[in-house]
């Protein structure tokens, strides 16, 4: 079964870091473009960043939002995608979700919530 | 940034009926990269359609995509009540790679 699992969430202060995972299992995750995209609550989606593949030379794009202050990296060794989120703000706050690009976000895990509050 | 305009914001429908939902995008995308999400409460998205009128495997067959540039429509032929929830529509043609604001489909 192919699955996505993330982890590292968690409540922080404004301005603190945190670090999600991504654990996939299921298929060949060095095939395959990566993304977070991230839900604040009640709202709609909002893509995050995207890691691409050993043939992309990894390449790497951030949404604005984000740009200097998370950092997409990758572990085909492990089976594993992170999210670097540093200089965190409170509109940081929502559920993220790792998801495998394949023409779209056809996989997703089930997200990790990141509060981020004094 | 491409801004995705979905309309309307929400659509009250009954099972049996057909459903007609709108993503406009505010400039042209390129190979048509759209794609259409459904999510339920407390659930991740799931994909249903890929580049504007492809199906995703396993999707059935009443959900339908197509359109081109700037305007795009996904089409459910007769509602199954499993079919209520909130659709997305989001495009691959231009980073970032961004969502439109959702339609609830609501009975």
């Known amino acids: 079964e192919m699955q996505l699992v993330e982890s590292g969430g968690g409540l922080v202060q404004p301005g603190g870091s945190l670090r999600l995972s991504c654990a996939v299992s299921g298929f060949v995750f060095s095939d395959f473009y990566m993304d977070w995209v991230r839900q604040a609550p009640g709202t709609g989606l909002e893509w995050v960043a995207r890691?691409?593949?050993?043939?992309?030379?990894?390449?790497?794009a951030y949404a604005a939002s984000v740009q200097g202050r998370f950092t997409i990296s990758r572990d085909d060794s492990k089976n594993s995608l992170y999210l670097e989120m540093n200089s965190l703000k409170t509109e940081d706050t929502a559920v993220y979700y790792c998801?495998?690009?394949?023409?779209?976000?056809?996989?997703w895990g089930q997200g990790t919530m990141v509060t981020v509050s004094s | 940034e491409i801004v995705l305009t979905q309309s309307p914001g929400t659509l009250s429908l009954s099972p049996g009926e057909r459903a007609t939902l709108s993503c406009r995008a505010s400039?042209?995308?390129?190979?048509?990269?759209l794609a259409w999400y459904q999510q339920k409460p407390g659930q991740a998205p799931r994909a249903l359609i890929y580049a504007a009128s492809s199906r995703v495997t396993g999707i059935p067959d009443r959900f339908s995509g197509s359109g081109s540039g700037t305007d795009f429509t996904l089409t459910i032929s007769r509602l199954e009540p499993e079919d209520f929830a909130v659709y997305y529509c989001?495009?691959?043609?231009?980073?970032?790679?961004?969502f439109g604001q959702g339609t609830k489909l609501e009975i």
């Open positions: 998801g495998r690009w394949n023409q779209a976000f056809d996989i």
């Open positions: 400039q042209s995308i390129r190979n048509n990269y």
């Open positions: 890691s691409g593949n050993k043939v992309s030379s990894y390449m790497t």
């Open positions: 989001q495009q691959s043609g231009t980073i970032a790679y961004t």
